[in-house]
Nanobody
Framework: QAQLVESGGGLVQAGGSLRLSCVAS????????MGWFRQAAGKEREFVAA????????SVGASVRGRFTISRDIAKNTVALQMNSLKPEDTATYYC????????????????????WGQGTQVTVSS
């Protein structure tokens, strides 16, 4: 049974928009940080955005800053990634991730900060 499930991926033209959603299982008792990462074919996983669960503070990667927005709905255990002005270089599999274990500090952009991952949703942007 998946702990995180992404949805909303698809095929869009450059300049278009998509909204990705990630639903966290109720089995996850604590969510300190949730984020989105992406991985294009042949490339390493890249940080996209993250949000602190309680405070709602956000961090957004430089490559998508000003175009992507991350948000969360605490009551629904969901995190969303609104993607606007999409570019072909945004094409990738997008993964939702969560920090569910307590730690003093976290490096928000580091993949190894996150202990729980979804299976990913494909986003393809055509030119």
């Amino acid at each position: 049974q998946a702990q995180l499930v992404e949805s909303g991926g698809g095929l869009v033209q450059a300049g278009g928009s998509l909204r990705l959603s990630c639903v966290a299982s109720e089995r996850i008792a604590n969510k300190y940080l949730m984020g989105w990462f992406r991985q294009a074919a042949g490339k390493e996983r890249e940080f996209v955005a993250a949000i602190s669960w309680v405070g709602g503070s956000t961090s957004v990667g430089a490559s998508v800053r000003g175009r992507f927005t991350i948000s969360r709905d605490i009551a629904k255990n969901t995190v969303a990634l609104q993607m606007n002005s999409l570019k072909p270089e945004d094409t990738a599999t997008y993964y939702c991730a969560a920090v569910t274990r307590f730690g003093d500090t976290y490096m928000w952009s580091a993949t190894n900060s996150y202990d729980t991952w979804g299976q990913g949703t494909q986003v393809t942007v055509s030119s």
